[in-house]
């Protein structure tokens, strides 16, 4: 009895890597494996059964694929089946169904895990069979082919673990809707997903990404241009082939192995962050790490922030681009550059000019490509087009070719977001052309001609001038003071009895035309003027403490009039892209607008340079503050949500069709929708926005303004603007406000989806209210839920005239017995635009899918 027991103690910690009790590597239909029974590929190279990854632990029991015959003390495992889901105190059975699904059974035969539906009908000879290449595959005739695959109905390299072996592919395949990532285990012992995982992102040029908790990106291999991922540009070996494939069905990296005596995995390591490679060599006793990234500081994610690069052959590492300089020069000399850098000079919007003038193009070689998922790939441009479309359009700031393979430039990337994860390498990557200030390009060539030492004779002569120069200038000098002198005698008579000079009196002069321009406007729209030194008293002078926001057009203050009244000043910079016509604009428009669901302007301030609006202040600022917010988000029950959505809909539906104006305000989003002391929606921000008359319904325009994220496709990408592109704006909104998070930052990370793609697979399949905020704690109302998400997706297609009229939105919204229309797939991919609307004539810029974004007013 004592050898019997402790025969069974052997076995039970034995139990995970027994030798195999079957020489076979399939499974038919029906048939099955349990226990210790395993199957082994036909040279012996892999093995597939259970184990138990945590000797301590032998009662949790996962099915997996290891190396059968390596000298190895634990068998290395390479795929595991039920991650997330153990057998817990059970020998588990695998079995291939008769509907093609293979199972995991527990000894209760519930299952635990299954496979896929198979994607081809089976055989009465179909069976599962394990590959030498390890992959486990479901045949529809029992074929062992391994390339064929118009017999494989399932299998297991579709559905990688922590490691891709040779022949795997990494990315996405589009046509079948296959997601391939990497994701780390939990630990050691514990193969449930982990904190890491390496994925393919898709957008702009593809790119692979090392992701923490999903959503911090930790490294990135740097975009594909056609050639080499520009992040790792000494990947080539003699032993290893590398490719990236991206065409219109799927995009994926993948590797191959040229020795026979070496075996390689390539792995994400959740211990030390990083994705390797490891190698074994016929002979060997352990993996050896062949290489690892990130490899070193200049590998993590944007390490020196926009518009820097990092060089480890500098003690600094971050630099700042040609053009720019750091943005916070404390942080700089402390060594940390995530604060990045910006322009020595500003852009001016346009393309060269006469005398120095416009934008021009400094041209960078030894970089990795800026992260490229949000650039906008054209493939049929060539390199100077490219240079117009970037130069026509206000939001580029770079460009490259998109394919430099066999050393030929195809195709055209435009940047138009801050350049990030840019670093220094010893060899030429491929050019990258970054577009400064004209006179920024004129003094950057200057300083490379002026490197070499000038000759005695150069530097002689140059004294001579300069003091000659010295000697005109004084004598110039001194002739004007003389007449100023003389000038101010003359007119000393009429000056001011305070003593003051003549420069305040011009002042006044000028301000008193402005003033009389706007005193004209001021009759025109029946808005009051105020006088700058009522709002630096309501104010406080601009204090930082009533400083309430700040946006691309400036900043926002809370202020209080003499009588009482709160209001919100919007002080629009110098430096803001809204010029005298947009702030008449925005001042024309307001006022003439009337509704609870719109901001009311109160009036404005006209001193010079200064330009500012007056609001009615809103005590709960804006929406985004609530619905991004962890905390406040809380506080949003389900029907002052609805009730949200619903006002937000009539103020458009006013704008649209009941104001005196048709009106398109181009910048729909969460932080331009204000929230009063009631949380009442009052939609704002109308710098931007279009006016409509007549019959107009669609208008071009080359200057694409807004917000990545909420644009419709068709303004996007052809400058077509319409009030169905505000109704997209508003379809996105809606799924922001239920979901409770961003559009632009949700990332489904499984199923590689965003938020407008997963809403509608969730609608597909009939789980749309998964979709809905996690702190509701199901107090909500089932059926307004799911009519707000099937209006937003119809607000959200890609074809603008499926898109309905606000009317309509408001009808379907507010009446419980509304026929809602079955919604088509969401227009998040920005293309050629192929709506009904007329086309662009003359039309020779496409706009970047990132532009400048409006002030969020509060």
Request: aromatic share 8%; with cysteine; hydrophobic share 40%.
């Amino acid at each position: 009895m004592r050898a019997r027991a402790l025969c069974l103690v052997i076995l039970a910690a034995a139990a995970a890597f027994l030798p195999p009790c079957a020489s076979t590597d399939s499974i038919g239909v029906g048939g099955s494996i349990s226990g210790n029974e395993t199957l082994v590929s036909p040279a012996g190279v892999f093995a597939l059964g259970f184990f138990s990854p945590d000797a301590a632990d032998a009662g949790r029991r996962y099915l997996g694929i290891w190396y059968y015959n390596l000298p190895e003390p634990k068998p290395t495992v390479v795929w595991v089946a039920n991650r997330q889901a153990p057998l817990l105190n059970s020998p588990g059975v695998l079995r291939l169904s008769a509907d093609g699904r293979l199972a995991i059974l527990d000894n209760n035969n519930t299952a635990v895990w299954s496979s896929a539906p198979p994607t081809r009908n089976l055989t009465a000879g179909a069976a599962a069979r394990l590959l030498d290449n390890g992959n486990f595959v479901l045949s529809t005739d029992g074929s062992t082919g391994s390339d064929d695959q118009s017999v494989i109905a399932w299998q297991s390299y579709d559905y990688p673990t922590d490691t891709l072996l040779p022949g795997m592919k990494l990315g996405v395949d589009i046509k079948a809707g296959i997601t391939r990532n990497i994701t780390s285990w939990a630990d050691p012992t514990d193969p449930s997903p982990g904190a890491y995982t390496f994925k393919l992102v898709l957008g702009g040029l593809p790119q692979f990404f090392l992701l923490r908790d999903g959503v911090t990106k930790v490294y990135t291999s740097g975009p594909f241009n056609g050639e080499i991922l520009t992040g790792v540009p000494y990947l080539e070996s003699s032993d290893f082939t590398f490719k990236v494939v991206s065409d219109p069905d799927e995009t994926y990296y993948s590797y191959s192995i040229g020795a026979s005596s070496l075996r390689s995995r390539f792995i994400v390591d959740g211990a030390a962050g990083q994705v390797l490679r490891v190698v074994w060599i016929n002979g060997a006793s352990s993996w050896s790490n062949f290489w690892y990234y990130p490899t070193d500081p200049c590998d993590n994610y944007a390490k020196c922030g926009a518009f820097g690069y990092c060089d480890m052959a500098q003690t600094s590492q971050c630099n700042c681009l040609p053009g720019f300089r750091p943005r916070s020069p404390e942080q700089w000399n402390l060594h940390d550059g995530t604060g990045g850098c910006v322009r020595n000079t500003n852009l001016s919007c346009g393309g060269a000019g006469a005398g120095g003038g416009g934008d021009g193009f400094w041209v960078v070689d030894r970089m990795k490509l800026p992260e490229a998922t949000n650039a906008t790939v054209y493939a049929g441009m060539t390199l100077e087009q490219c240079r117009q479309v970037c130069l026509s359009n206000c939001s580029c700031r770079a460009y490259a070719a998109a394919n430099v393979s066999g050393g030929v430039n195809r195709g055209c990337v435009i940047w138009g977001v801050d350049l990030l994860d840019m670093r220094q390498y010893t060899t030429v990557v491929q050019d990258v052309y970054v577009r400064l200030a004209q006179s920024e390009i004129d003094a950057l060539n200057a300083a490379a001609n002026s490197r070499s030492r000038p000759s005695k004779s150069v530097v002689a002569a140059a004294v001579g001038t300069v003091a000659g120069l010295v000697l005109l200038t004084a004598v110039g000098c001194c002739c004007v003071w003389r007449k100023r002198r003389k000038r101010q005698g003359d007119t000393e008579s009429s000056a001011p009895p305070d003593g003051r000079d003549d420069v305040l009196p011009f002042r006044a002069r000028k301000r008193a035309a402005l003033e009389e321009d706007w005193r004209s406007a001021e009759k025109d729209v029946d808005l009051p003027l105020f006088d700058l030194d009522v709002i630096l008293a309501a104010t406080d002078n601009f204090a930082l403490s009533n400083k309430i926001g700040e946006g691309g057009f400036g900043p926002v203050y809370m202020g209080k009039l003499e009588d009482g009244q709160e209001v919100a000043v919007k002080r629009l910079s110098r430096r803001s892209m809204q010029g005298a016509v947009e702030f008449k604009n925005e001042v024309k428009l307001i006022a003439k607008l009337q509704h609870r669901n719109l901001v009311r302007l109160l009036g404005c301030c006209i001193d010079e340079d200064e330009r500012m609006l007056l609001y009615e202040y809103m005590h709960n600022q804006s929406l985004d503050t609530f619905i991004f917010d962890e905390g406040k988000r809380r506080l949003l029950r389900w029907q002052k949500r609805f009730d949200i959505i619903l006002g937000i809909a009539r103020g458009l539906q006013y704008l649209h069709e009941d104001s005196r104006f048709r009106i398109i305000h181009r910048d729909l989003k969460a932080s331009n929708v204000l929230l009063d002391r009631n949380m009442v929606p009052k939609i704002s921000d109308f710098g931007i926005a279009r006016m409509f008359g007549g019959d107009q319904t669609t208008e071009h325009t080359k200057k694409v303004i807004g917000t990545y994220g909420y644009m419709s496709p068709e303004y996007a990408m052809d400058g077509v603007f319409s009030l169905k592109s505000d109704v997209y704006s508003f379809g996105v909104m809606v799924l922001e406000i239920i979901t409770g998070k961003r559009n632009r930052g949700f990332y489904e990370v499984e199923l590689d989806l965003n938020l407008l793609r997963y809403a509608w697979m969730l609608w597909k399949e009939g789980r749309s209210v998964d979709l809905l905020d996690e702190v509701m704690d199901g107090s909500f109302n089932y059926s307004e839920v799911l009519r707000c998400i099937q209006v937003a997706l119809l607000c959200v297609e890609v074809q603008p005239r499926n898109r309905p009229l606000m009317s309509s939105v408001v009808m379907m919204l507010a009446s419980e017995n509304a026929t809602v229309p079955e919604p088509n797939e969401p227009g998040v991919n920005i293309g050629k635009n192929t709506s009904d609307t007329e086309s662009s004539q003359g039309l020779t810029a496409t706009a970047n899918n990132v532009t400048i974004t409006a002030i969020d007013a509060r």
